[in-house]
């Protein structure tokens, strides 16, 4: 299993939120090329880049940043969610050396969107879906849709995304652990790779996760913890990477 570092920017910075939440953000650095090659030095094989400022702006506002972490590290897939609304933005990032694009609001508001988007660049989109109670949120999670989420994953499978990220908006940056039943309830629905995300704290949740890794669980994407040292990154890929080889 893929242990996927976060770094998720606001105004340039690399920050992270608890539950969405703009105004309760904590920031890590204030140079998130430096902390993107911490993470690859700590044996990442993949980063997960979020534009808060973007996913609220609705269009990208942290590109300059971004497109330096794609250059700083050509040889590794990186993929990128927040203020994806338009092919352009797609096209732009994908020029720019990122691999994925995650479509996250407009893959619920306009499903369409993201059939156009895998006809497009096949094999470059991701959808995250964000959910609270089994329903879909978007607009940066202030809003909860009537949408059920193993519907709309199923949806998502048949136009063609690469993966599906699932994240459980209410453990999200709570340290609470990960939400393993709910994932792996997604994983049994759907027959590509889902990515586990949200409320990875510790150790446990890593042994959680590898667990049921068989159940279709490619990867997860890890923030706080790394940041706070509630979990050593390298120690925890290593790990992952065992138990995959046994």
């Known amino acids: ?15 992270r939120l608890r539950q969405g939440r703009m105004e309760d953000e904590t920031v890590f650095s204030d140079d998130p090329v430096a902390v993107a090659g911490r993470w690859v030095e700590a044996g990442a094989r993949r980063l997960h ?17 971004i497109h330096a972490i794609a250059e700083a590290y050509p040889d590794l897939p990186i993929q990128i969610g927040g203020g994806i609304r ?14 994925y694009v995650i479509i996250g609001t407009k893959a619920v508001s306009a499903p369409h969107f993201v059939n156009d988007l895998c006809l497009e660049f096949p094999g470059h989109v991701i959808v995250g879906l964000d959910a609270k109670d089994g329903k879909v949120a978007i ?3 202030s809003k909860l849709s009537r949408h059920d989420v193993i519907d709309m994953a199923q949806r998502f499978e048949e136009d063609g995304v690469a993966a599906i990220i699932f994240t459980d908006i ?18 049994q629905a759907v027959r590509i790779p889902v990515i586990a995300s949200g409320g990875i704290t510790n150790m446990d949740d890593i042994r959680a996760l590898c667990a049921v890794e068989d159940e279709g669980i490619m990867g997860a994407i890890t923030g706080r913890a790394i940041y706070e040292g509630t979990l050593d990154f390298a120690e925890a890929q290593k790990y992952a990477d065992e138990q995959a080889s046994k």
């Open 86 to 99: 338009d092919e352009d933005t797609v096209q732009a990032y994908l020029e720019a050396g990122v691999q």
């Open 49 to 65: 880049l979020v534009d808060l400022d973007g996913a609220f702006a609705g269009k990208p506002a942290n590109s300059e940043v």
């Open 170 to 187: 209410s453990r999200d940056g709570m340290m609470e652990g990960v939400n393993v039943d709910s994932t792996v309830k997604l994983a």
């Open 1 to 15: 299993m893929l242990l996927i570092p976060a770094i998720d920017l606001k105004d340039g910075q690399c920050v």
């Open 139 to 141: 607009d940066g999670w």
